[in-house]
């Protein structure tokens, strides 16, 4: 093993022992006194711990340590060299000696420790001695920082009355001294302000009820907790820190009324729901702890009622039921009010309630009359004569000058035309016959008016009953075809029937059926009463025919139960059928209409006949008539796809294209007198189917033409039917020569004009021209 490894074993175990907790737990004053030397036999490095205080404040560099090489004779050959965090900056090294020296203030909290290099040369050959060595210089801490509530101040919350050691906050300071070295940041916690209430463990900082309080009394407190370093030792720093501890409510205090005696008044006319007054309980807790309900307690409770307001927690007493100062002037009420929410843990202390009395004091109002009754119900038999009593109403005055009452019906003028009442004294009769049948109840409203004071009124409903009379005969319950075969035998049934009454029965209807006396003599049918307010008719013999009877008609006689009994007669026709035995009701039904007619079934037949071919006959003229519609639609189309286009500039010639506007030929509007349209329609689409049937050298076509021509010409507003167009330019190089005048004067041919004379009237013009022109030639 070389000289260099045993050197860095050597350094290793030296750093190990100086970062132990042994060695870091030397106090500064003992710095100088305390080394450890690490040898070997042969050539290494010998050094003690080395170690620095923080901001020691001498001004003379501060010895730090020593490095020694053991080859170092003393005699000044050798020279130490110092590298590293810090070398020549803040540590420095005596070259001759290897003694380490701080000469600037260093901060534990800043950089708690330096790693340096160490190296031992000989002055004369420059050479190394020692390998390079690395150590460290340790900052070794010193109380310079106080103690710091970084969350403060803090605020707390308690429930009051909380018993003693409820935990209320726990407060924390920090120290930024080493905690690993001394007591410099050993904390230590105490109570400045805040007792006896309030108490601090002094190592946690946990603060702590330390007696029973009362939020009513006071709910706020502030505490100040100290914070001291050096377990509290002489010279330590300190620091404080300050908590609002604020107690939150308990439902601990009931409600108490602040009077024990309530004065109120409520007018006697004042309406249901009217509010009387307030009253309030007052309760030292806040929130849903002061919540309360009011209770109206005793007979009180009809009359009045009481709510609680949950913004005010007010009570408002409210009225309930009509109040009448003539009866009771003075109401005694008594109201009870109890906390919403109860702590069972409070209520050791007693009940959560209290009462109170109100003295409610009637006043006297004007009032509307009073009916002696709110709804009346009277009744009348149907019937009776005109000005029949129907029933009598009555109302007071309640005050006590007791005006006269005027009595009145209002609802409806149809119930004014069948009743009247006497404005004196209530009494209501009958001004038209009633009719239970019609209507069976009549409602109306009589008012009471005050005659001294006409705004005061009031009002009953009257219900009047019809009574029934038997006045009404019993009828058929519906009408009945009733058939009969040819072939029908004696006693077959052929029809039942029932009656129906329009009276009321105080019992239940009964009916008794039987034959008219007219209709019993010779009669070929019987009726048989069913005693269950229906009855069979049968026929009484057998066989009938048509052709000698068709209809019968029995009378039949029809008794109720009523007092008196009414009787009425109603007419059943019975059909006479050729069928066998079972009735056709639809060919029962077609015979009796036929017989009715007069007809037979032949000419009934023929009829039809008739009839359908009348329809044979309106159906193809209407399809004759459509396929004309088309024929002539198509024949419009034709038509409205020609125009008539007529000039009226003639223009210089076909090479002349600059003397006239071509814009004016293709203008709908003609600057002409509006003549009346002749009505030609027809004798056009007469000329044109002609004109189809023939070659354009007919005279029919030539004739079609002209007068097309002519229409145009006296109608220049009419819609253009047909289209007349004439081409004068046959195209370059004909061998036709041109038609235009230009330069004509220069041909030595001589040419006659006077064929532009037979042209019409619109050419008039140009012949006249070439006339003058021919004239002057010659």
């Known amino acids: 093993m070389n000289c260099s490894t045993l050197l860095c074993l050597m350094l290793t175990v030296v750093q190990l022992w100086l970062c132990s907790p042994t060695t870091q737990n030397h106090s500064a004053q003992n710095t100088d006194q305390f080394f450890t030397t690490v040898r070997r036999v042969k050539r290494a490095w010998i050094w003690e711990p080395l170690f620095v205080t923080e901001e020691q404040t001498s001004r003379m560099p501060v010895y730090v340590g020593q490095l020694k090489s053991d080859l170092d004779k003393q005699d000044g050959n050798l020279q130490y060299i110092l590298t590293g965090e810090g070398a020549g900056s803040i540590f420095i090294i005596d070259e001759y000696n290897g003694k380490i020296y701080a000469i600037q203030k260093v901060d534990r909290e800043e950089k708690p420790f330096y790693i340096l290099r160490a190296q031992a040369l000989n002055r004369n050959t420059r050479l190394p001695v020692e390998p390079e060595s690395e150590f460290i210089i340790k900052v070794r801490d010193i109380n310079d920082h106080e103690p710091q509530f970084l969350d403060g101040p803090y605020v707390a919350t308690v429930p009051e009355m ?366 048989k009463d069913n005693q269950d307010n229906t009855a069979g008719i049968f026929t009484a013999k057998s066989g009938f025919s048509r052709q000698e009877q068709f209809y019968f008609y029995l009378p039949i006689l029809i008794l109720d139960n009523g007092s008196p009994p009414l009787t009425s007669t109603n007419t059943l026709t019975v059909t006479v059928c050729d069928c066998d035995t079972e009735v056709n009701t639809f060919y029962c039904r077609y015979g009796a209409f036929m017989y009715s007619m007069g007809l037979s079934t032949e000419a009934l037949v023929a009829v039809l006949a008739c009839i359908l071919i009348l329809l044979v006959f309106l159906l193809a003229i209407v399809a004759i008539r459509q396929q004309r519609k088309k024929s002539l639609f198509s024949e419009k189309v034709e038509e409205f796809r020609e125009n008539i286009v007529r000039y009226d500039d003639e223009g210089g010639g076909e090479e002349d294209t600059e003397a006239f506007d071509i814009s004016a030929l293709r203008t709908r509007t003609v600057m002409r007198t509006c003549k009346p349209r002749k009505n030609i329609t027809t004798e056009i689409h007469s000329l044109y189917r002609q004109s189809l049937q023939v070659g354009p050298d007919s005279a029919i076509f030539r004739q079609f033409i002209s007068e097309k021509l002519e229409e145009a010409n006296t109608d220049p507003s009419a819609p253009p039917y047909d289209s007349l167009q004439r081409y004068a330019f046959e195209g370059t190089g004909s061998l036709a020569g041109s038609l235009s005048s230009l330069g004509s004067d220069m041909s030595d041919v001589d040419q006659n004009y006077d064929y532009l004379s037979d042209w019409g009237p619109h050419f008039k013009q140009l012949a006249g021209m070439y006339a003058s022109h021919r004239s002057a030639r010659d």
């Open 162 to 527: 909380s018993p003693e050691g409820t935990s209320v906050a726990q407060v924390t300071a920090t120290d930024g001294d080493d905690p690993s070295y001394g007591n410099s940041a050993r904390l230590i916690y105490s109570l400045i302000q805040g007792q006896p209430y309030f108490s601090v463990e002094p190592k946690t900082g946990v603060i702590r009820m330390a007696s029973q309080m009362d939020r009513e009394t006071k709910d706020q407190y502030l505490v100040i907790i100290q914070a001291k370093d050096m377990v509290g030792q002489a010279g330590a720093f300190s620091a404080t820190a300050t908590v609002t501890i604020n107690l939150s409510d308990m439902n601990d205090n009931p409600p108490k009324f602040e009077e024990r005696l309530y004065y109120l008044n409520v007018s006697e006319d004042a309406p249901v729901g009217t509010t009387v007054g307030k009253i309030m309980a007052e309760d030292s807790d806040t929130g849903e702890n002061a919540a309360m309900n009011y209770f109206i307690e005793g007979d009180s409770s009809d009359v009045f009622d009481i709510i609680t307001d949950n913004e005010t927690q007010e009570g408002i007493i409210l009225l309930k039921k009509r109040v009448d100062y003539e009866s009771k002037r003075r109401h005694s009420v008594s109201v009870k009010v109890v906390n919403r929410y109860i702590d069972d843990r409070f209520l050791k202390e007693g009940p959560f309630e209290d009462t109170t009395t109100v003295k409610i004091s009637v006043q006297d109002a004007d009032e509307p009359p009073v009916f002696n009754l709110e709804n009346y119900v009277m009744e009348i038999a149907e019937g009776v004569a005109n000005g029949s009593l129907v029933g009598v109403v009555s109302a007071r005055d309640p005050d006590n000058d007791d005006s006269p009452v005027r009595y009145s019906i209002v609802q409806g003028m149809h119930l004014k035309r069948l009743f009247s009442i006497n404005e004196h004294n209530g009494t209501i009769i009958t001004t038209e016959p009633l009719d239970r049948e019609i209507a069976s109840w009549h409602n109306i409203t009589v008012t009471a008016t005050e005659t001294r004071n006409p705004e005061k009124i009031s009002e009953a409903n009257v219900y009047i009953q019809v009574l029934d009379v038997n006045d009404h005969a019993p009828e058929f319950a519906k009408f009945y075809e009733t058939f009969v075969c040819e072939n029908a035998v004696s006693n077959q049934l052929i029809q039942s029937i029932s009656a129906v009454d329009k009276d009321d029965s105080q019992e239940s209807h009964h009916f008794y059926f039987s034959l008219a006396q007219e209709g019993t003599n010779n009669s070929r049918f019987t009726i």
